[in-house]
């Protein structure tokens, strides 16, 4: 459908639905880092990416999302929107925006991520 998932190294995914003609995508993120970019023409009703500690869910966008070894997500918007939920709370993320959810916990406050960050997550999802 044009979307593309781009994992870093030593990351694993599990796909468990993706059928664009039924607006629904579920992937689980194990361990490590990957990069989604969402083709705008389709509609997507559900498209989540879940990990020990979060769920992240967008319909048309670019994001990234880190699951580091202590249980923590990291997740960034590159463009879009994005949810994050975890525990009773949820944020919506703008394009620039991050969110760090520490294992156990709710989402922490949105911030600006700095081009450190950005250009990190960014090279770990980029293929050579």
């Known amino acids: 459908d044009g979307s593309h998932l781009t994992l870093?190294?030593?990351?694993q995914v599990s796909v468990d639905a993706f059928?664009?003609?039924r607006g629904n995508a579920a992937m689980r993120l194990m361990r490590g880092i990957l990069r989604l970019v969402i083709d705008p023409r389709q509609s997507w009703r559900r498209f989540e990416v879940e990990t020990r500690s979060a769920v992240a869910a967008a319909?048309?966008?670019e994001w990234v999302v880190a699951f580091d070894a202590d249980g923590?997500?990291?997740v960034f918007v590159v463009e879009?929107?994005?949810e994050v939920r975890a525990q009773t709370r949820s944020?919506?993320?703008?394009?620039g925006d991050g969110t760090d959810v520490p294992a156990g916990q709710p989402p922490g406050e949105i911030k600006r991520w700095g081009q450190a960050r950005v250009d990190r997550v960014i090279a770990a999802t980029t293929l050579p």
């Open 8 to 11: 870093g190294a030593d990351s």
């Open 19 to 21: 059928a664009p003609a």
């Open 59 to 61: 319909r048309s966008t």
């Open 72 to 74: 923590a997500t990291a």
């Open 80 to 82: 879009g929107r994005v």
């Open 91 to 95: 944020v919506a993320l703008s394009a």
